[in-house]
T-cell receptor, first 113, second 113 residues
C-alpha cells in the first residue's frame, strides 16, 4: 500500500507570494492533518480535515487555510508569505478523525526569501 | 489541554550503550502517548504507543517505553544503541476524546562509534 505523498518536496517563494501544498493520504484514509515543523517551535498542529470538513484548527493566522477533496486528498494554502513561514510542512493521514494511528508523509520544505 | 516536555534537546550515547530519552506530559484526562522517530529529510514514523492496558509498551527496532502515571512520564529506552538509531525523536500526547496531537520539541540522538 502506498504511503502518504506530499508535493512538491521543496519550494522556494518570495515574501508576499502565496503557496499551495498538496497531500495524498494512504488509500482508504479519510482524515488528513497538517503540521508545521520549525527548529524553534517543533511540530505545531495546523488543522485536520475529515470528509471534506475541517474538524479542528490550531492556533495559526487566517493566512493558513486548507481544504479536502472528495477523494480525501488535501491541500493547504498560505497567503501573503512571511519569512517566518519557512518550515517543513508535514501531513499525516489516518482512517478516521482523531485516529490514533497517524501516518506521516515526507513533508514539503518551504523556504521564503 | 495537553502538553509534552522532552528533557534534553540533544543526547549522545556510545554504540552499545543504553538509550534513555525523557518525556513528561501534562493532561487533565487519561492520556494516550506516542513516540515517533524522524530521520533526515523524512516524515515521522511511529515507534510505539500507549493507550490503555499494560504500562510497559514495546515498539519497533528494540525500543520500549513505560507509562508512569504517578510521575507523568513516558520515557523511551533501548538497551543497546546502534548507529542506525541516530535520528530525531518526538514524544506526543492526545486523549480519547481529543482530536489533535501535541508534540514535544524533540530530542536529537547521536550515537558515537
Amino acid at each position: 500500500k502506498a504511503g502518504v505523498t506530499q508535493t512538491p518536496r521543496y519550494l522556494i517563494k518570495t515574501r508576499g507570494q502565496q503557496v499551495t501544498l498538496s497531500c495524498s493520504p494512504i488509500s482508504g484514509h479519510r482524515s488528513v492533518s497538517w503540521y508545521q515543523q520549525t527548529p524553534g517551535q517543533g511540530l505545531q498542529f495546523l488543522f485536520e480535515y475529515f470528509s471534506e470538513t475541517q474538524r479542528n484548527k490550531g492556533n495559526f493566522p487566517g493566512r493558513f487555510s486548507g481544504r479536502q477533496f472528495s477523494n480525501s486528498r488535501s491541500e493547504m494554502n498560505v497567503s501573503t508569505l512571511e519569512l517566518g513561514d519557512s518550515a517543513l510542512y508535514l501531513c499525516a493521514s489516518s482512517l478516521a478523525s482523531g485516529g490514533l494511528e497517524q501516518y506521516f508523509g515526507p513533508g514539503t520544505r518551504l523556504t521564503v526569501t | 489541554a495537553q502538553s509534552v516536555t522532552q528533557l534534553g534537546s540533544h543526547v549522545s550515547v556510545s554504540e552499545g550503550a543504553l538509550v534513555l530519552l525523557r518525556c513528561n506530559y501534562s493532561s487533565s484526562v487519561p492520556p494516550y502517548l506516542f513516540w515517533y522517530v524522524q530521520y533526515p529529510n523524512q516524515g515521522l514514523q511511529l515507534l510505539l504507543k500507549y493507550t490503555t492496558g499494560a504500562t510497559l509498551v514495546k515498539g519497533i527496532n528494540g525500543f520500549e517505553a513505560e507509562f508512569k502515571k504517578s510521575e507523568t512520564s513516558f520515557h523511551l529506552t533501548k538497551p543497546s544503541a546502534h548507529m542506525s538509531d541516530a535520528a530525531e525523536y518526538f514524544c506526543a500526547v492526545t486523549t480519547a476524546t481529543g482530536n489533535q496531537f501535541y508534540f514535544g520539541t524533540g530530542t536529537s540522538l547521536t550515537v558515537i562509534p
